[in-house]
């Protein structure tokens, strides 16, 4: 085993201790933001003066005053008399929005450094694609007992693959199976684990998959991940998968020689762990995909997609990342809220798992593919079909949070108007969730899950990031408290890493070399 493989498998044992319990984070950052202390004494809030954005139809209601109690907005409407005893916040030139949500996420760091992140840039709501680590679970149930300051927190199982998987034991363990028998008793593990909803991966074959999606309805949960090699877009969707994550499965699907290309994916051939071997054999077939697109084919299987409700979660900011390893980095300004243990898995991840092996031709093609990515992008959305923001955080290069503002200005450059971005990234969640009738919106009886901006992300997306404040059922997160959280993160980063870390690298790195 050759030296970085060993630091590699090192810095991810780290990841396998869990310590339990624990309260609302200590720190300069959480004496400003503590749930019984951040509103003050006062039984309502009132947010004056301030635009609120309708993100559904795209109307702005300026001037308006937003009245929140405890969790909930209570009124919404211009010239509302503030009740006695309400703080007061005056926005005048402001604007609020609901809570964003990055609905693809792999959280690293403790808990001092993912949850804080997320809520510092505006998420109230993450979907965690990877429940290996029962402090996962841990952190969900703390965040909605408010002891722990974070987003909801939708939690998957351990990922189902095939058998062979592409995943290495040795870096995540994954419920791998052949038969129905096997994945039906998976599905049951990942409820007793108490997962939110079940995660599927690209090696399953058609008996195993099918009888995850029975036995998960059998158990009341939903089925979301990858779409499997064997399997078309449009039989996964109408099998009732909720969501498929990234176009690799859905560029395979709208090519007029899709007869070639699953002969070709029947033909992969990979050992337990060898994820370098699949994205390398995949890529050729991806590449013939990418150049025999069909409008007839795309207007049939996005047509499927729409009727069904079928969610996807594009992850343009991973595809950035993996189309283009040769000129991806993380953004400079927040390299600081990584750790060095996660830089340094991030280059063994973009060394050892996308950069080894290729060929010449390979190379001289990723680029190219990733226009395509931004391409198929645009034509979800012409085709109307339900997109979620999602992110993959945990990919190299990227930082819990601001990974999502990424994201939305990647869509809206690939074709999408900021409107639609923003809809990924607040309705279409609360929608997909069931949680319509609490989140996505800022109206009366809605949880008070909301983001403050400085600017109009109507106008520019990239907006979303000039955050003034952020209200996470009902606690107000104000500028300076959001400067203490990131401080508190900048610090914690740079602490030695403990047991109770969750391990860098997420879906393509530590925790999952893959996507």
Request: proline share 5%.
């Amino acid at each position: 085993m050759n030296s970085s493989r060993r630091q590699f498998l090192a810095r991810t044992a780290v990841g396998a201790a869990v310590v339990a319990g624990g309260s609302l984070t200590a720190g300069p950052a959480s004496a400003l933001i503590n749930p019984l202390t951040s509103v003050g004494t006062a039984r309502m809030t009132a947010l004056t003066g301030v635009t609120v954005i309708d993100v559904a139809t795209g109307r702005r209601d300026k001037a308006q005053t937003v009245l929140i109690s405890g969790d909930r907005i209570v009124a919404v409407g211009r010239n509302l008399p503030v009740p006695r005893g309400a703080t007061a916040i005056d926005l005048t030139g402001k604007y609020v929005i609901p809570g964003l949500a990055d609905m693809h996420v792999h959280s690293l760091g403790d808990e001092r450094v993912s949850p804080q992140l997320y809520l510092a840039n505006g998420l109230t709501t993450v979907r965690e694609m990877s429940g290996n680590n029962p402090m996962l679970y841990e952190w969900r149930d703390r965040i909605d007992a408010g002891t722990l300051l974070g987003p909801r927190m939708i939690v998957a199982g351990k990922i189902i693959d095939g058998d062979p998987t592409l995943w290495d034991p040795n870096l995540l363990p994954v419920l791998a199976v052949k038969d129905e028998a096997g994945a039906r008793a998976a599905v049951r593990q990942v409820k007793a684990d108490g997962a939110d909803f079940v995660k599927v991966y690209s090696r399953l074959n058609a008996t195993a998959y099918r009888a995850i999606i029975d036995e998960a309805r059998r158990n009341g949960l939903t089925v979301h991940g990858h779409g499997p090699d064997e399997l078309t877009t449009k039989e996964v969707s109408n099998a009732g998968q909720r969501s498929i994550e990234h176009i690799h499965s859905l560029g395979l699907s709208v090519s007029s020689r899709e007869f070639d290309i699953r002969r070709m994916l029947r033909a992969i051939n990979v050992s337990t762990g060898d994820y370098n071997s699949w994205f390398r054999q995949l890529h050729p077939i991806e590449w013939l995909a990418a150049n025999t697109f069909s409008q007839a084919r795309a207007a049939d299987v996005f047509g499927t997609l729409r009727r069904n409700r079928t969610r996807v979660t594009p992850t343009l900011t991973m595809h950035n990342v993996l189309d283009q390893p040769d000129y991806s980095a993380p953004d400079p300004a927040t390299l600081k809220y990584l750790s060095a243990d996660s830089m340094a898995t991030y280059d063994y991840v973009l060394e050892e798992l996308y950069k080894a092996n290729r060929p010449a031709e390979e190379i001289s093609r990723q680029r190219q593919m990733w226009a395509y990515r931004q391409r198929f992008a645009r034509e979800l959305f012409a085709h109307d079909v339900p997109v979620l923001a999602g992110t993959d955080t945990g990919t190299p290069c990227m930082v819990p949070g601001f990974a999502l503002h990424h994201e939305l200005e990647l869509l809206v450059g690939a074709g999408a108007t900021p409107r639609q971005a923003l809809h990924a990234a607040t309705v279409e969640p609360a929608r997909f969730l069931g949680m319509s009738r609490d989140l996505g919106s800022v109206e009366p009886r809605k949880i008070a899950d909301l983001v403050v901006l400085d600017a109009d992300p109507l106008t520019d997306i990239r907006n979303t990031r000039r955050i003034h404040s952020v209200i996470s059922r009902g606690r107000v997160i104000s500028l300076q408290a959001r400067q203490a959280m990131l401080a508190d993160v900048e610090a914690a980063v740079k602490e030695p890493v403990t047991a109770t870390a969750i391990p860098a690298g997420g879906c393509c790195g530590t925790r999952r070399p893959g996507h």
